[in-house]
């Protein structure tokens, strides 16, 4: 409960952006829904808020834009998900994050904004 009052704090006072934790969380209790797991129990379970609104949220290692933010979220849930539900490791919070911020480049390249009516500039 500390930890979602803590996250919720720090949203209410514009520190972080709800975009990574909302979409991470939305995504792993989606995903075991869909499996037969209880949602509920796969979001309160280990270390998701601690993740989600913690370690998600950290201004060095996540996208810059809102939807990079919310593919960082949808994909640190579905790599949750995968590790918990199909390996044999129970946690897969800190895993997740770590791979998605390996991806935090190739993210931001495929969201960042177009400025409207610049030209595209060719890589030679």
């Known amino acids: 409960m500390a930890l979602l009052i803590g996250g919720l704090y720090l949203a209410a006072r514009r520190i972080i952006s709800l975009a990574a934790p909302v979409s991470f969380i939305g995504t792993l209790a989606l995903l ?6 209880d949602p509920l129990y796969a979001i309160l379970s280990g270390g998701v808020f601690l993740g989600a609104f913690f370690m998600a949220t950290d201004y060095a290692t996540t996208p810059i834009t809102t939807k990079g ?17 199909f390996g044999s490791y129970p946690e897969g ?32």
């Open 32 to 37: 075991s829904a869909v499996s037969g797991d």
């Open 69 to 85: 933010r919310i593919v960082f979220g949808i994909g640190c849930g579905a790599i949750t998900f995968v590790i918990r539900h």
């Open 93 to 124: 919070v800190s895993f997740s994050i770590l791979l998605m911020n390996v991806l935090t480049p190739y993210i931001e390249q495929l969201t960042r904004t177009k400025i409207f009516g610049a030209k595209e500039v060719e890589a030679k």
